[in-house]
């Protein structure tokens, strides 16, 4: 019997209508004899108006909690009002509201007598939105008569303790999957699972970054063995480019796991960049459907590196990224320069997003996002300050408006003159790259532009990507369903 384990954001559970349509989606794919496993995000909105609570309890403003509380308790009860029609079954379900929203309530009295909210406190309450939803969910579900059990995801997903951005302990998170959830899905039950969180082995909250609940819903579908992960959301699928920069973006049919994986780190935010992670080594397909057009086939996303002649397949733009170039005459054959670079970055709490360095070896650039990039530029030039009294470094620039703009395509590997054809095109329209680099993986090339050349940048790339989709589409390459 073919198992599946899907997911559904945050847009797909964001209304009673949404919801109602996300049960009329389970209830199908139960009818086709389906077991099935289903990861649930926070109503629209509910994480972000969570966090803004926690710093309004932090500054002591109680007032704004206790709006946010009335505002996601309202969200909540229409849900139920609308969609459940037995009163002993509300009652049931809005007890459990209740005493949830009482809770958030309590911890952001908690936090506005400590005056701080901490990485791990913050956990704490924005770990409401997913209990709530995946509650109130299981409860219109059941009372459709499906037979579904809500399920806390941090009784299984076993995490380190990094607060806002855990990674699971796989063995640990493993075992306790398949020995406490396998049974039930197989004698026909479907847990409706909270995305997003996972606890420390002692059992203290955790989340796994925002987006998270992608990256949930992979690793339960690894543990599972599931045959398929779905990714429902609210658009048809992954794109060439964002509709928003070109309005002739299409959706790709098919897409490879590393390619979806750079795309989702270069700004593609259809999934959480870790979601391949747990799927790859099992070789379980994905899929990436609409919620609000079922009748839509999707992206698939597998293993198949589909290499067709031409090869970019997608095209992505970052913007509020800033670029920190270090450079100077006396960085020649000095090692280490770089190291300490990059080591004061990580100090000042900022991911590196891309590196370029010529082999000249007089600068290197790269590249973090927007609200850390001063502080960034302080650490390294603190970290340099001898390198720079003695003039061997120049200077530590700064420029801001610039963006990152990525080029995928899994079949440029191998491939010779991708590369060249991209710059050709770029320079044929004047637009200047201030710096290029491409991944080992030679799945991806990004490189910087100024700010004001996004779109015809996009655009003209883009018309690279429209290609591929149109000569895979001719060749029946693009047909893996
Ligand atoms: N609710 C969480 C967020 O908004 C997790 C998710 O929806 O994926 O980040
Ligand atoms: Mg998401």
């Given at each position: ?43 629209a ?6 966090l ?30 609308a ?21 958030h ?30 509650r ?59 995305g ?5 082995p ?24 599931s ?18 920069l070109d ?45 609000f ?6 992206t ?182």
């Amino acid at each position: 019997m073919a198992r599946f384990t899907m997911k559904f954001g945050g847009t797909s559970v964001g209304s009673a209508e949404a919801i109602a349509q996300v049960v009329d989606i389970v209830g199908d794919h139960l009818g086709q004899g389906r077991q099935l496993a289903v990861v649930v995000s926070a109503m629209a909105g509910v994480t972000d108006m969570l966090l803004d609570s926690a710093s309004a309890a932090a500054s002591g403003r109680q007032d704004a909690y206790m709006e946010i509380n009335a505002t996601i308790a309202a969200m909540h009860l229409a849900v139920i009002d609308a969609l459940i029609k037995s009163p002993s079954d509300r009652d049931a379900i809005r007890a459990e509201v209740n005493e949830l929203l009482k809770g958030h309530r309590e911890l952001c009295e908690a936090v506005s007598i400590l005056g701080e909210a901490t990485p791990r406190i913050s956990d704490a309450l924005v770990s409401f939105g997913e209990r709530l939803s995946s509650r109130v969910i299981a409860a219109v579900m059941a009372a459709k008569g499906l037979s579904v059990r809500q399920v806390d995801s941090n009784d299984f997903i076993v995490t380190d303790n990094v607060f806002q951005n855990a990674d699971p302990l796989w063995d640990e998170t493993e075992s306790r999957i398949v020995d406490g959830l396998l049974p039930e899905l197989e004698s026909g039950v479907t847990p409706i699972i909270t995305g997003f969180i996972g606890a420390t082995p002692d059992g203290i909250l955790t989340t796994l970054g925002r987006g998270g609940s992608d990256f949930s819903a992979a690793i339960f579908a690894a543990c599972l063995r599931s045959d398929e992960l779905i990714i429902w959301t609210d658009v048809d699928g992954v794109m060439t480019a964002d509709p928003r920069l070109d309005e002739r973006a299409r959706v790709l049919p098919y897409v490879s796991y590393q390619e979806i994986g750079e795309l989702a780190f270069y700004g593609a935010k259809v999934l959480h960049p870790k979601t391949v992670q747990p799927i790859i080594t099992r070789d379980i397909p994905l899929r990436v459907r609409n919620t609000f057009n079922p009748a839509h086939p999707g992206t698939m996303v597998g293993a198949r590196a589909q290499a067709s002649e031409t090869v970019i397949k997608a095209v992505t733009g970052i913007r509020d990224v800033s670029m920190l170039t270090v450079s100077g005459p006396g960085m020649l054959g000095v090692p280490g320069i770089a190291g300490r670079t990059f080591l004061a970055t990580a100090k000042a709490g900022a991911s590196i997003l891309m590196i370029s360095q010529a082999s000249s070896e007089q600068s290197f650039c790269f590249t973090v996002v927007d609200p850390l990039a001063q502080n960034v530029k302080e650490a390294v030039e603190a970290e340099l300050r001898r390198e720079i009294l003695h003039n061997d470094i120049d200077s530590v620039d700064l420029l801001s408006d610039i963006v990152i703009i990525t080029v995928v395509g899994a079949g440029m590997r191998g491939t010779p003159g991708i590369a060249g054809r991209v710059f050709s095109l770029l320079g044929e329209r004047s637009i200047n790259v201030l710096a290029i680099a491409q991944g080992s993986s030679e799945c991806s090339i990004s490189f910087i532009v100024a700010e004001d050349d996004l779109e015809r940048a996009v655009g003209e790339l883009h018309t690279l990507a429209l290609e591929t989709v149109e000569n895979d589409r001719a060749t029946g390459l693009a047909s893996p369903y």
